[in-house]
């Protein structure tokens, strides 16, 4: 299944997602990260240090959204974007070494779409020693354009990584 | 050596007290209370035992009952202070240590004032021939009868003198603040939890001031008193509420940070219910102290906020030329949706946040009123938009990749 067109080029399109994560007070946190979108898991990934609140938020509870979107401080009619909600996955944080083959090659690949679409600000960084490689397995996710909505469920069968 | 004895924040004559047994073994507060329980109970055994009229011991009471209250008020001000956390702005947190310092100062200034009244008024009492005497004690009192009531007038003046010390040094205090935070730079500022405890420090100083009404009774024969009691309650009640309203007007957010908020036109609203997250862009306003956003009252966040109020609110300014220029704001803690009943309570700020709205957002404004729109998305205010105040708990701050807590 393919998500449908205006979703995608959201996706590709935009530079910055809002992750929301809650720990397990019910406590929301929010903060912007660099994403990818994979087309053919149909999954979102990011990359944060291990040390931040979002993990900490997601070792307590999974559940995740993000909204990645275009606004218009003008016209609220060209306001568009998608959110979507899943849980998440946390790739191993050992030693490359002690990481399993898939995990590398996740590793590998996630990072070199990275590079390419953030070349302007990473640059030839390699990827930081705390940073981890977080997976969002969408389970539904919402469009908008100005005041119309279309919302996605996603089934549970795609592919999983880890 | 210092410090310790800055860290008491204790005025002479509750030091003094506090120092005599049984007072000694109580905590301040409860040493306060026991003492003018004492006085009462003396009052009241003095008041029979020399045949003392009715009225007179119900005066009395009344000085005592006052002298309680303000000591009640008073008393908060220590505490309070010493819970204190030193502003993230080197001027401020002098200015604020500087008023601690006069305001509890091992020199004992704050005694002056009392005695400042206390001494003219007994010579007014005993040489002036004011009939106030005779009123309240009857012809020839006896001079135990005397002493007493010459205590109980200490403990009075006493007590206004706190409260004219506290109140005009309060004044002075908030407009200095007022001044330093017009200079701030970066991440400086006072934290909103300090500045709260402030503002409050002035209410109950309103309170001080209108309680002092109660003693009018007592001086009803001296006009001359009488006017003196009226201009001491309104300077006091007057300079704390000048004070508090100086402090509602100190910026709360670092200028880093107001200016984001203030400039942004978009954040994102994060809730959060049973675990499930949810996160979208909203339009809101800044008024310099509060911020306000608005939700259509069919939307999904706003049936998860009536539920669990706890939210993340994120405001930034996204740049992908210069990313380290990058700055983003998120503000934790709770909402507060304004409904149909806080019309009759909040009518000024709701339709302040409207205004603002309608300034900000005009195109918004306009796309909004039209009624080709769905029902949910018209902007007819407080039916179908609803507006919600966020009241921040925590403050975290990036600029560029750098990650800082703010203090609120």
């Known amino acids: 299944m393919q998500i449908p067109d205006e979703m995608r080029n959201i996706l590709y399109a935009n530079y910055f997602g809002y992750v929301c994560t809650s720990d397990r007070f019910d406590q929301p946190h929010l903060t912007p990260v660099f994403f990818v979108y994979d087309e053919n898991s149909q999954k979102i990934f990011f990359i944060t240090n291990e040390r931040s609140k979002k993990i900490k938020n997601l070792t307590e509870n999974p559940n995740v959204s993000i909204t990645i979107d275009i606004r218009d401080p003008v016209n609220p009619f060209n306001n568009e974007g998608v959110m979507a909600q899943g849980t998440a996955n946390i790739t191993d944080r050992a030693p490359i070494y002690f990481l399993s083959e898939e995990t590398l090659q996740l590793y590998y690949d996630i990072y070199l779409e990275f590079k390419s679409k953030y070349q302007k600000v990473i640059d030839n960084k390699p990827m930081g020693e705390n940073d981890v490689i977080i997976q969002i397995n969408i389970e539904k996710m919402v469009y908008w354009k100005g005041p119309h909505f279309k919302s996605l469920k996603f089934s549970k069968d795609s592919q999983v990584f880890f | ?408």
Not at chain 2, 65 to 75: G, N, P, Q, T
Not at chain 2, 93 to 112: G, P, Q, S
Not at chain 2, 131 to 145: A, C, Q, R, S, V
Not at chain 2, 221 to 240: A, R
């Open chain 2, 1 to 408: 050596m210092d410090k310790s004895e800055k860290k008491e924040m204790k005025w002479i004559y509750e030091e003094i007290v506090g120092r005599i047994p049984p007072f000694s073994l109580l905590s301040y507060k409860y040493s306060i209370l026991l003492q003018l329980l004492l006085l009462l109970v003396i009052g009241i055994f003095l008041g029979f035992v020399f045949n003392i009229e009715q009225i007179s011991m119900l005066y009395g009471s009344l000085a005592i009952l006052v002298a309680v209250s303000w000591s009640l008020l008073i008393l908060q001000l220590a505490p309070t202070l010493r819970k204190f956390r030193a502003p993230l702005s080197k001027d401020e947190n002098e200015l604020l240590e500087r008023y601690k310092d006069i305001l509890f100062n091992r020199n004992h200034y704050e005694a002056v004032p009392g005695l400042v009244i206390f001494i003219p008024f007994m010579f007014y009492l005993f040489y002036q021939g004011t009939d106030l005497l005779e009123m309240w004690l009857g012809k020839e009192p006896h001079i135990i009868l005397l002493l007493f009531v010459s205590l109980l007038i200490w403990d009075i003046c006493y007590r206004m003198g706190l409260g004219l010390w506290t109140s005009a040094l309060a004044l002075w205090r908030s407009i200095r603040l007022k001044r330093l935070a017009e200079k701030r730079t970066e991440l400086e500022h006072t934290p909103y939890t300090e500045l709260r405890y402030l503002q409050k420090l002035d209410i109950n100083n309103v309170f001080f001031g209108i309680i002092s009404l109660l003693l009018l009774p007592i001086f009803k024969t001296d006009e001359f008193l009488f006017t003196v009691i009226l201009v001491f309650m309104f300077f006091v009640t007057f300079t704390s509420v000048i004070s508090a309203y100086i402090i509602s007007k100190v910026p709360w957010l670092p200028p880093d940070i107001y200016d984001l908020v203030n400039e942004s036109s978009f954040a994102y609203i994060g809730t959060s219910l049973g675990g499930i997250t949810h996160v979208t862009p909203v339009v809101y306003v800044f008024d310099g102290q509060k911020i306000y956003f608005n939700t259509s009252k069919e939307a999904k966040k706003l049936k998860t906020m009536q539920q669990n109020n706890k939210v993340a609110f994120l405001i930034d300014k996204r740049d992908m030329s210069n990313i380290y220029e990058n700055k983003a704001v998120m503000f934790t803690g709770e909402v507060k949706i304004y409904g149909l009943i806080d019309i009759p309570l909040r009518l000024f700020s709701m339709l302040g946040a409207l205004k603002l709205f309608m300034k900000k957002y005009p195109e918004y404004t306009k796309k909004y009123s039209s009624s080709e729109l769905p029902k949910a998305w018209q902007l007819t205010p407080i039916i179908s938009r609803i507006l919600v105040e966020v009241k921040p708990v925590k403050i975290i701050y990036w600029r560029g990749a750098k990650q800082i807590s703010v203090p609120v």
